[in-house]
């Protein structure tokens, strides 16, 4: 098992591929292919965040940010500042990583009014 994943982390080094195997890629996947793969899923999780606020809100009748909007957001976010991370892009290393603050902040701030909230009830 050790000697094949060391052929493997080798083969990866001199091919300058990453060895991932799926029926949708089959057989190994370039670099770059994996690169563009993680920037697409984090723009599919910051799709999900707007589909999530869309059914929630038409389920009110009226405009809601429901919770699982801004795990989406942390979600891409991270997704997509890992992405930015790898091209060395300083613009968008900023912003995502300025939204990821903004998202995890509003998370904090729902989660400290629940406590409240619950222990005011107690």
């Given at each position: ?68 909007f801004w795990f989406f957001s942390i979600g891409g976010g991270l997704t ?21 603050f903004i998202y995890s902040r509003n998370l904090y701030l729902i989660w400290?009014k629940q406590r409240r909230l619950t222990g005011a009830d107690a």
């Amino acid at each position: 098992m050790r000697s094949a994943f060391r052929s493997a982390a080798i083969a990866r080094y001199l091919t300058g591929r990453i060895l991932v195997t799926s029926p949708l890629t089959r057989g190994a996947m370039s670099n770059e292919h994996f690169w563009l793969l993680v920037g697409f899923v984090g723009q599919a999780f910051f799709t999900m965040r707007f589909v999530v606020q869309w059914i929630a809100s038409e389920r009110r009748k009226e405009s809601v940010v429901p919770v699982a909007f801004w795990f989406f957001s942390i979600g891409g976010g991270l997704t997509l500042f890992t992405y930015a991370l790898h091209r060395l892009d300083p613009v968008f290393i900023l912003g995502e990583g300025a939204g990821v603050f903004i998202y995890s902040r509003n998370l904090y701030l729902i989660w400290r009014k629940q406590r409240r909230l619950t222990g005011a009830d107690a």
